[in-house]
C-alpha cells in the first residue's frame, strides 16, 4: 500500500493567514492527490499533481511535490473560515489508496 | 446524476442484523470503492471495483462484509451479522477509469449498531 502521512496533525490559523500542511510517503507514485473533507462526510477531491510535475496552483491552493524526499505540501493562502476542514494526501499509484489520519484545519474569524 | 450518491444517508440496527448500503456512482465511471471511517481517522480502504468485478477486496475485514455490483454502476455494500464495531460512515466514491484517477466521494452512510 502507499499511506500517506499528513502533518501537522492539526493547525490552527486566523482568517488571512496562510496555512502549510505536509504529506510523506514512502513508495513510488504516479501522482499524489489532495482533498478536504468537511464535518466527517465526503472527501472532495482539491488538486492532482503528476509525479513529474514539481508544483502546481489551482486559486488559493498551492501544492509542491518532491520525489526524491518522497514529499509534498499544501499551501492555502489568505484562508478563510470556510477553509476550516480536514486534510488528506493520497500518493497514488497501482495500489489501494490509504488514507492517513489528515491534517485538521481550524481558520478562526 | 451529477454526483456520487449513497443511500440510506443513515442506519442504525442492532446488532446481529443485516444491512445493506447502497452507492449510485456518476455515470460512465468504471471504477468504484468503498471505505469506511471512523472517528478521527482517515477513510479505510474496503473493496475497489473495475466494471462488475472486485479488482480488490484486500480491505474486508472479515467475511460478514461483501460487496456486488452486477451491472457496471450501482454498488451495494453487505454486512451480515452486525456487530458495534461496524458503526462508522461508509463511504462511497467513484473514479473515471482507475485507481491513480481522482475520485468522487459521495457524501457517506453513518452506519450505527446498537
Known amino acids: 500500500s502507499q499511506q500517506g502521512e499528513e502533518d501537522p496533525q492539526a493547525l490552527s490559523i486566523q482568517e488571512g493567514e496562510n496555512a502549510t500542511m505536509n504529506c510523506s510517503y514512502k513508495t513510488s507514485i504516479n501522482n499524489l492527490q489532495w482533498y478536504r473533507q468537511n464535518s466527517g462526510r465526503g472527501l472532495v477531491h482539491l488538486i492532482l499533481i503528476r509525479s513529474n510535475e514539481r508544483e502546481k496552483h489551482s486559486g488559493r491552493l498551492r501544492v509542491t511535490l518532491d520525489t526524491s524526499k518522497k514529499s509534498s505540501s499544501l499551501l492555502i493562502t489568505a484562508s478563510r473560515a470556510a477553509d476550516t476542514a480536514s486534510y488528506f494526501c493520497?500518493?497514488?499509484?497501482?495500489?489501494?489508496?490509504?488514507f492517513g489520519t489528515g491534517t485538521r484545519l481550524l481558520v478562526s474569524p | 446524476g451529477a454526483g456520487v450518491s449513497q443511500t440510506p444517508s443513515n442506519k442504525v440496527t442492532e446488532k446481529g442484523k443485516y444491512v445493506e448500503l447502497r452507492c449510485d456512482p456518476i455515470s460512465g465511471h468504471t471504477a468504484l470503492y468503498w471505505y469506511r471511517q471512523s472517528l478521527g481517522q482517515g477513510p479505510e480502504f474496503l473493496i475497489y471495483f473495475q466494471g462488475t468485478g472486485a479488482a480488490d477486496d484486500s480491505g474486508l475485514p472479515n467475511d460478514r462484509f461483501f460487496a456486488v455490483r452486477p451491472e457496471g454502476s450501482v454498488s451495494t455494500l453487505k454486512i451480515q451479522r452486525t456487530e458495534r464495531g461496524d458503526s462508522a460512515v461508509y463511504l462511497c466514491a467513484s473514479s473515471l477509469a482507475g485507481r491513480q484517477d481522482e475520485q468522487f466521494f459521495g457524501p457517506g452512510t453513518r452506519l450505527t449498531v446498537l
Open positions: 493520497a500518493p497514488a499509484g497501482f495500489q489501494k489508496l490509504v
